[in-house]
């Protein structure tokens, strides 16, 4: 019985130090995504990656299939001068095929430091041997998307070339 109290314990503590693994490592690439590199967060998906986002009249709009088509939205989220942190991590499933749910935030300002933009959100993953094979993004406010988009255009940032 002890055996067992004592496996049971280091198993809870080994999935909490793992979440606050991945949470650090989220959380270091977003810092570089913010600087405006993307690689980080590339890297973390699997070539034939398909990431989900939510639906509207904006340039991140629907599925984005293969690292090609995720390295243009991540470009674009840099472009507009997003900034994002990731607050809080939950992790489920075994280390070569985790189930990743963090929650989200992100903000834009304009040229003269004014926000333009902020948001929440739920960003849900699948992982195979620690790579991103889905991922999607549900924002809170999908609207708030749309009015971005208009002021983007307006501040005259266009969409990364297809």
Same mark, same amino acid.
């Given at each position: 019985?002890?055996?067992?109290?004592?496996? !049971?314990?280091?198993?809870?503590?080994?999935?909490?130090?793992?979440?606050?693994?991945?949470?650090?490592?989220?959380?270091?690439?977003?810092?570089?995504? /913010?600087?405006?590199?993307?690689?980080?967060?590339? !890297?973390?998906?699997?070539?034939?990656?398909?990431?989900?986002?939510?639906?509207?009249?904006?340039? *991140?709009?629907?599925?984005?299939?293969?690292?090609?088509?995720?390295?243009?939205?991540?470009?674009?989220?840099?472009?507009?001068?997003?900034?994002?942190?990731?607050?809080?991590? *939950?992790?489920?499933?075994?280390? $070569? !095929?985790? #189930?990743?749910?963090?929650?989200? /935030?992100?903000?834009?300002?304009?040229?003269?430091?004014?926000?333009?933009?902020?948001?929440?959100? +739920?960003?849900?993953?699948? #992982?195979? $041997?620690?790579?991103? +094979?889905?991922? *999607?993004?549900?924002?809170?406010? #999908?609207?708030?998307?749309?009015?971005?988009?208009?002021?983007?255009?307006?501040?005259?940032?266009?969409?990364?070339? +297809?």
């Amino acid at each position: 019985m002890r055996a067992l109290l004592i496996g !049971a314990v280091g198993a809870l503590v080994g999935r909490a130090l793992a979440a606050r693994l991945v949470l650090f490592k989220l959380r270091r690439d977003l810092v570089k995504l /913010n600087e405006g590199d993307c690689g980080p967060v590339l !890297a973390a998906f699997a070539d034939d990656a398909v990431l989900h986002f939510n639906e509207g009249a904006h340039r *991140w709009s629907g599925d984005h299939r293969g690292k090609p088509a995720i390295e243009r939205f991540l470009r674009d989220f840099t472009r507009a001068g997003l900034q994002g942190e990731l607050d809080r991590v *939950w992790i489920s499933g075994p280390p $070569w !095929a985790l #189930t990743l749910v963090g929650r989200f /935030n992100d903000e834009a300002r304009g040229p003269d430091g004014e926000q333009i933009y902020a948001n929440e959100a +739920v960003l849900v993953a699948r #992982t195979r $041997w620690g790579k991103v +094979v889905e991922q *999607w993004d549900f924002f809170r406010d #999908t609207v708030r998307m749309g009015a971005l988009e208009q002021r983007l255009q307006e501040l005259g940032i266009e969409s990364v070339a +297809v």
